[in-house]
């Protein structure tokens, strides 16, 4: 059974700062990883989508990896802006299922 | 850019009633999906469906819950008879492919479910 684990729960950082979230999942046979962007009140956003084929995705100033032997996942947010300030949370699959298990996310604050 | 479409944001209902949570998902996409976020708790898989059919369900998913898509676009949730415990945002989703195949899913932007 596919468990996500999501560290830290919450983050606070100032503005222009580099910064990792870190995605950890039980189920290493995964054939792909989503990362999502939730604003208060709102939907998910999909970010990035890593296949098991791939080690990184890059969309702007985002770039997550995807290590399947360590079981983990990282996101890396280049520059970090106000704007940037959401819960991200990620998602993995249910082994042989389409059922995607999510972590708790992350709370990210960037203060101006 | 297209995206799903969700109604209405907000439902209050008294515990006992049923409710029919609506989604427009993207119009060109196959697999449509349910769902829910209890508050401080993780996003949960209700429901998967495609070719007019539930391809998947999960265990919350009981004979309380059904999903239609009476026409070309919309993909419904009905709640039979709503708990408390039924409070939570809904959210649909949808894909072109399966998951399997690579392809993010899109979700709207939830419909919160009040059950008082």
């Known amino acids: 059974k596919q468990e996500v684990t999501q560290i830290p729960a919450a983050l606070s950082v100032p503005e222009g700062e580099n910064l990792v979230l870190n995605c950890s999942f039980t189920d290493s046979a995964i054939y792909n990883l989503q990362w999502f962007r939730q604003d208060p009140g709102k939907g998910l956003t999909s970010l990035l989508l890593i296949q098991s084929s791939q080690r990184e995705q890059t969309s702007g100033r985002l770039n997550a990896s995807l290590d399947k032997s360590s079981g983990r996942s990282t996101l890396y947010i280049a520059a970090s802006q106000p704007g940037d300030s959401a819960t991200y949370l990620c998602?993995?699959?249910?082994?042989?299922?389409?059922?995607?298990?999510f972590g708790k996310g992350t709370k990210l604050t960037v203060n101006p | 850019e297209p995206e799903v479409t969700q109604t209405p944001s907000h439902q209050v209902t008294q515990m006992g009633q049923e409710v029919i949570l609506r989604c427009v998902p993207i119009?060109?996409?196959?697999?449509f999906y349910w769902y829910r976020q209890i508050l401080g708790q993780k996003v949960e898989f209700l429901v998967s469906f495609y070719n007019n059919e539930i391809s998947e369900k999960s265990e919350i998913f009981d004979d309380q819950f059904s999903v239609e898509r009476p026409d070309g676009s919309n993909f419904t949730l009905k709640i039979r008879s709503t708990k408390l415990e039924d409070s939570a945002m809904y959210f649909c989703?949808?894909?072109?492919?399966?998951?399997?195949?690579?392809?993010?899913?899109?979700f709207g932007n939830g419909t919160r479910l009040t059950v008082t």
């Open positions: 989703a949808s894909s072109d492919v399966r998951t399997a195949n690579n392809s993010p899913l899109h």
């Open positions: 998602a993995g699959p249910q082994g042989g299922s389409e059922k995607l298990v």
């Open positions: 119009s060109n996409h196959l697999y």
